[in-house]
């Protein structure tokens, strides 16, 4: 029902800036509570942001002050601008959209992935 489309990854030096987008088509945006993920080599998948519907964010501290999440629900897209970034940042970064269409339960649902590479 929803699928979600992530773009912006790349190669960028320590220090620099990056924005990771994500569209998603099917189910109601606006009502979606949206969050990036990411998965550094050899390691499990760690939560980076989460923003919900009404617009409240939440942040791991290993992000905190340098990465800020948002979402143009007109656009149907939430992004990552990354700051800052530094070597282990590197990571595929995972989008993730929940969705509850009734009370009780809830959906979740991931990108593909797009892949992030902080070195000089």
């Known amino acids: 029902q929803v699928q979600l489309v992530e773009s912006g990854g790349g190669l960028v030096q320590p220090g620099g800036s990056l924005r990771l987008s994500c569209v998603a088509s099917?189910?109601?945006?606006?009502?979606?509570?949206m969050g990036w993920y990411r998965q550094p080599p050899g390691k499990e998948r760690e939560l980076v942001a989460t923003?919900?519907?009404?617009?409240?964010?939440n942040y791991a501290d290993s992000v905190w002050g340098r990465f800020t999440i948002s979402r143009d629900n007109a656009k149907n897209t939430v992004y990552l601008q990354m700051s800052s970034v530094k070597p282990e940042d590197t990571a595929v970064y995972y989008c993730?959209?929940?969705?509850?269409?009734?009370?009780?339960?809830?959906?979740?649902?991931w990108g593909q992935g797009t892949q992030v590479t902080v070195s000089s």
């Open positions: 993730n959209a929940q969705a509850t269409p009734v009370v009780e339960r809830t959906y979740v649902y």
């Open positions: 099917g189910g109601i945006f606006s009502r979606m509570e």
């Open positions: 923003i919900s519907s009404g617009g409240l964010t």
